[in-house]
C-alpha cells in the first residue's frame, strides 16, 4: 500500500502536478509540493490539501531551472519514496527564432531537473527499499512537431533518462517510468491557446480543435485526475515489474 509514503510532486502548484498531488494525498500518502514562487499561496494550498484529504502535506520552493536547488528540494523534504519529475515549461517558435535563453531554460526545468532530483533520491529509495520514479514526458517524447524544439528535445531526452534510471535501479525494489500525455487541459495549454488562434487566425473553438486537438483522436482533452490516477497505479504493487517504458494517456495520438 502506498499510504504513508512520501511523494515529492515538482510543479505542483497548478496543472498536472496538482492534480497528481491530489491523488496522491487522497491515497494517503504524504506529498511534497514545489513550484519555484514560494508565495504565501503555495503555502495555504498545501494546508488546503492536507486539511481535505486528512494527510501531511507540505510546500518547498525551489527553481528547478538550478541544479543545486533541484537537489535541495529532495534533500529538504528528508524523504523521497516517490518521486514525480512533473514541472515543465512550454515555448513555441521556429528553430531559427527560437531564443537561446529559452531553449537553456527547457532543457534545465524539463529534462536535467529529472537528473538532479532523480540522483539524490534513488539512493534514499534504496535505503528505504522501496521506489518509485515517475516522469511526466509526453506525447512529444515520442514524436515531434514543428516549433517546439526545445521542448520535443527535453521530453525525449526525459523518456531516455527513464530508461537509464530504470536499469540502473533493476535489481532494486524501485521501477522508474515516463508518462506521456496528449493535450491535458492546464494553464500551460491554456497559454498556448491565443498563440494558435494568431497564428492560424482561428478562433478559439476551431484553434481547439483543429490545431490543439489535431493530432489527438479522441478530440477531448485528458483530465488531471487521469494522470492523477496513472501516477497511482505506477505506484502500486500491481505495477512492480512496470519499469522502464512509457505509458500514454494521449487520446490516441501515438497510435496514428
Ligand atoms: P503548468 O504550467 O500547469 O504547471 C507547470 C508547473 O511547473 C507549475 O507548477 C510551475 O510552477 C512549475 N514550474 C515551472 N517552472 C519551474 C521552475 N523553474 N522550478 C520549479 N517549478 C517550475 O503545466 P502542466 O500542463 O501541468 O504541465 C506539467 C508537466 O506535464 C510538464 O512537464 C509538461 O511538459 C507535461 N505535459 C503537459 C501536457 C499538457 O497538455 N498540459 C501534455 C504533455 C506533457
Redesign the pocket.
Known amino acids: 500500500s502506498v499510504e504513508g509514503k512520501t511523494a515529492i510532486v515538482?510543479?505542483?502548484?497548478?496543472?498536472?502536478?496538482l492534480g497528481i498531488a491530489r491523488s496522491f494525498a487522497e491515497a494517503g500518502m504524504k506529498v511534497v509540493l514545489?513550484?519555484?514562487?514560494d508565495d504565501a499561496a503555495d503555502h495555504d494550498l498545501a494546508a488546503d490539501l492536507s486539511k481535505e484529504f486528512g494527510t501531511e502535506v507540505r510546500y518547498i520552493g525551489?527553481?528547478?531551472?538550478k541544479g543545486a536547488e533541484a537537489r535541495r528540494l529532495v534533500t529538504e523534504a528528508g524523504a523521497c519514496d516517490v518521486l514525480v519529475n512533473?514541472?515543465?515549461?512550454?515555448h513555441v517558435a521556429a528553430i531559427e527564432d527560437f531564443p537561446e535563453a529559452k531553449w537553456d531554460a527547457i532543457i534545465a526545468?524539463?529534462m536535467s531537473s529529472a537528473f538532479h532530483t532523480t540522483a539524490v533520491a534513488v539512493p534514499m529509495m534504496r535505503k528505504a527499499g522501496w521506489g518509485r520514479v515517475i516522469n511526466?514526458?509526453?506525447?512529444?517524447g515520442l514524436t515531434a512537431s514543428p516549433y517546439k524544439s526545445a521542448?520535443v528535445a527535453a521530453?525525449h531526452g526525459v523518456v531516455g533518462l527513464t530508461k537509464v534510471v530504470a536499469l540502473e535501479t533493476a535489481e532494486d525494489p524501485i521501477t522508474a517510468n515516463a508518462i506521456c500525455?496528449?493535450?491535458?487541459m492546464?494553464?500551460?495549454?491554456e497559454k498556448q491557446i491565443p498563440d494558435t488562434m494568431q497564428k492560424y487566425d482561428l478562433d478559439r473553438e476551431t484553434a481547439i480543435r483543429d490545431v490543439l486537438l489535431a493530432r489527438q483522436p479522441s478530440k477531448e482533452f485528458a483530465t488531471?485526475g487521469q494522470l492523477g490516477g496513472t501516477a497511482l497505479f505506477l505506484c502500486s504493487d500491481h505495477a512492480a515489474q512496470i519499469t522502464g517504458t512509457t505509458i500514454s494517456v494521449d487520446g490516441g495520438w501515438t497510435a496514428l
Not at 512533473?86 to 512550454?90: H, R, V
Not at 511526466?136 to 512529444?140: G, I
Not at 500525455?181 to 491535458?184: A, D, L, T
Open positions: 515538482t510543479g505542483s502548484n497548478s496543472g498536472i502536478g514545489n513550484s519555484y514562487t525551489a527553481d528547478l531551472s512533473n514541472a515543465g515549461i512550454q526545468i524539463n511526466l514526458a509526453s506525447a512529444h521542448y521530453k500525455p496528449g493535450y491535458v492546464t494553464p500551460l495549454v488531471t
